[in-house]
């Protein structure tokens, strides 16, 4: 089992281009069959692992898969000056960043307010999602809503637009208590820190605007894409609500209550290891499908497996790119897809990719 400093090591952050031009990183770790997070708002590529309260999702999910996650438009370390946060620029994020990973089949992984987005993609593309999880998630926020509950949304808009840029963490110190209330205070301060990294305040109101109007409860019906639905049966941010009618709406979708008062679990409660098992046991469908070591060189387009073969008879990166009058970066792309599609990263990949090259059928090759 890879350590988790071989795990953090492995990890390599990378750039795409939205539609719109919008910059997004996103980063690559782990081995194993691919998973795409589209993970919740508060989020930084590099100082996760750090992270007291997400490190522990990177690791255990590293050891199962090849993790693919990125920074939302306007967070982390993806473009932060950006105007349009609606459901539509979301969904070609993901898009861009599944096309740029070279990512042709893939389970995704939904977290809390990536669910619109990621049911969506579900459905405009069901030929490359292999699995979907959906964990404390929703299809819209705006379900399950009260009265009270629309008063309390207004006074935490008011919050983020007058406290959230503050040093004092005062303000955003009340969604960290709703979020992970079990939490140990070294926790709570490290979350309040990530609210400050990850998004300005205007980033967080706007961006909180637009997931309030997003909606994709008109497209579960149409899923039929294995859906395991996870959610914590005592949250705050999410009502248990959401992730019932989930699983309700998706054909044969399984629901997975979590004894847990934390939107994000933490490592030392019980809810964990159940989380840990149930994701685990549900990816291993993949594993078994496509091999431990990721899809397969089957699963290789014409090109890639062109600029795989020269990679095997000791060509360089440029002398490829010459050879098949491909420029440089073009040739590190393919490469990257490759890679990712094998499930291995790291200083190790480019042997690796040989290695499973060298040992397909001939069919294969």
Known sequence: MR???????????????????TRIAYAVHGTGPPLLLDACWLSHLEYDWQSPV??????ELGRVATVVRFDERGHGMSDRDVADFSLERRIEDLEAVTDHAGLDRFALMAMAQGGPVALHYAHRHPERVTRLVCASTYSASSQHVTDDDRALEEAFQAMIRAGWDRKDPLFRRVFTSMMIPDASEEQMVWLDELHHRSASAKTAYESRVERGRADATGVLPDLTVPTLVIHSRHERMNDFEHGRSLAAG???ARLVPLDSRNHILLEDEPAWPVFVREVTAFLAGDA?????AGLGVGSL??????????VAQGRDNSSIAADLTLSVRTVERHLQRIYAKLGLSGPSARAGAVAILLGATPTER
């Open 250 to 252: 998706i054909t044969d």
């Open 3 to 21: 350590s988790v400093a071989a795990l953090e090591a492995s990890q390599r952050v990378r750039f795409c281009r939205s539609a719109d031009g």
């Open 301 to 310: 387009s014409t090109r890639e497996l062109e600029v795989l073969r020269l």
């Open 54 to 59: 997400w490190r522990h999702y990177l690791v």
């Open 288 to 292: 078994s499908a496509s091999g431990d």
